[in-house]
């Protein structure tokens, strides 16, 4: 049979009994104390840990976005360039300069005489593409603005093919004026 010490103690009457159950009290006082701090720990510990997958999370789903943000103007680019691949006007080095307006830079663009009348007429439209210009309808631009605006450099307002309604109508202009 197996005695606690403190059994023992009493029966040998070093101890009172009074004495033995404040000594037990007091042990179960520290030992719960010790629990108490125990799971202290523990429930700082696990609440680190789920800061931390919190936080893990919170960084992969910014990522994710990122990167989702990154594939979609991937994909705008691709139908840009599709867009202007398709639809651009031959480069056939024209005879007219036809001057445009690329952020504060003045550029000029060589064009046949028709394709310099349309552009001004706001029927075809400038947009940058690579390292260059092209020429492409309007309606293309109007897709392409649509998408990405920065992409049209230049594109002039429509304008009736039939002015009918010029407020300078009436007004004859002399054969003989020189410009």
């Not at 651009?88 to 690329?102: A, I, M, S, T």
Request: net charge neutral; charged share 35%; with cysteine.
């Amino acid at each position: 049979m197996a005695n606690s010490f403190g059994d023992q103690f009493l029966k040998a009457g070093l101890v009172s009994k009074d004495k033995l159950n404040k000594a037990k009290k007091s042990r179960h006082r520290q030992k719960k104390a010790e629990n108490k701090k125990n799971s202290e720990i523990v429930n700082e510990a696990t609440e680190s840990a789920r800061l931390a997958a919190a936080e893990k999370v919170s960084r992969d789903r910014e990522l994710n976005q990122q990167q989702k943000e990154v594939a979609e103007r991937k994909a705008v680019q691709a139908q840009i360039r599709q867009l202007v691949e398709m639809n651009r006007l031959p480069k056939d080095e024209g005879e007219v300069g036809y001057n445009f307006q690329d952020g504060t830079a003045i550029k000029k663009l060589f064009v046949s005489q028709e394709i310099h009348d349309k552009l001004g007429r706001g029927l075809h439209a400038i947009v940058k593409f690579d390292a260059g210009y092209e020429v492409i309808p309007s309606v293309v631009a109007e897709k392409i603005k649509l998408r990405d605006e920065s992409c049209i450099v230049s594109q002039a307002a429509t304008q009736a093919e039939n002015e009918d309604d010029d407020s300078y109508a009436d007004f004859k202009v002399p054969d003989d004026l020189m410009w």
